[in-house]
């Protein structure tokens, strides 16, 4: 029979035990915990770098797409512009065709056509000049081209060679070297560039 002090050293040494048991298996417990947690962590943050790139790449894509897309916006309006701007160019010269075509039997036209052949032996400075004119106003550019020779003592010769022009005049010296283009055809040519850039400016004016 185990006597009373044996009994009590072994049921202390079983307590320790088992606390020494009990202490090991809580550590391992919380170093499991610590561990887990770790790698949780990791993974959290692996999936977090994870989403963050995935967001990254769908914001490009998106930012990609607004661009194209507002590129595409920018080309259309455009477009819309210059086709805006083509047909009041059209517009504003055939309106200008029509009324010279109505006037030309006109004393007004008549002397359009004189302050052009002016303004052309004036810049020409020859003393010999060819103008060449349309069939429609090759009756009243001889009849002018008469009156200025003797006027400006000047010879000044009608080419009996009609041009394809709506109006007006082609002056040329004598020798070819310098033509002084006053057709209608020319004239309308510069004021078309000229309301295509009036055009735009309204056009962006009404934009802002």
């Keep these: 029979m185990i006597g009373p002090d044996l009994s ?3 049921e202390s040494l079983i307590e320790e035990v088992v606390k020494e048991a009990l202490a090991e298996y809580e550590a391992r417990i919380e ?3 610590k561990r887990i947690l770790g790698e949780l ?4 943050e692996s999936v977090m770098q994870e989403l963050r790139r995935g ?3 769908v914001r490009r894509e998106v930012e990609a797409e607004r661009r194209r897309r507002s590129s595409q916006v920018e080309a259309e309006v455009r477009r819309e512009y210059l086709d805006t701007l083509e047909a009041l160019v059209k517009r504003a010269v055939s309106y200008a065709v029509d009324r010279i075509r109505s006037i030309k039997e006109s004393q007004t036209y008549r002397d359009f056509l004189r302050r052009s052949m002016e303004e052309a ?3 020409l400075g020859s003393e010999e000049v060819v103008v060449e004119t349309c069939s429609e106003d090759l009756k009243a550019v001889k009849s002018i081209a008469s009156e200025l020779s003797k006027e400006r003592n000047v010879k000044v010769k009608v080419s009996s060679k009609t041009i394809d022009v709506i109006g007006g005049v082609k002056v040329s010296r004598a020798d070819g ?5 006053a057709t209608i055809d020319y004239r309308l040519g510069r004021l078309s560039d000229q309301l295509r850039t009036v055009v735009v400016k309204h056009l962006v004016a009404e934009d802002r």
Excluded at 41 to 44: L, Q, R, S
Excluded at 177 to 181: E, L, S
């Design 31 to 33: 170093e499991a915990r």
């Design 8 to 10: 009590v050293t072994l």
């Design 121 to 123: 032996i004036e810049a």
């Design 177 to 181: 070297t310098m033509v002084y283009d």
């Design 41 to 44: 962590e990791a993974e959290k």
């Design 55 to 57: 967001l990254e790449a």
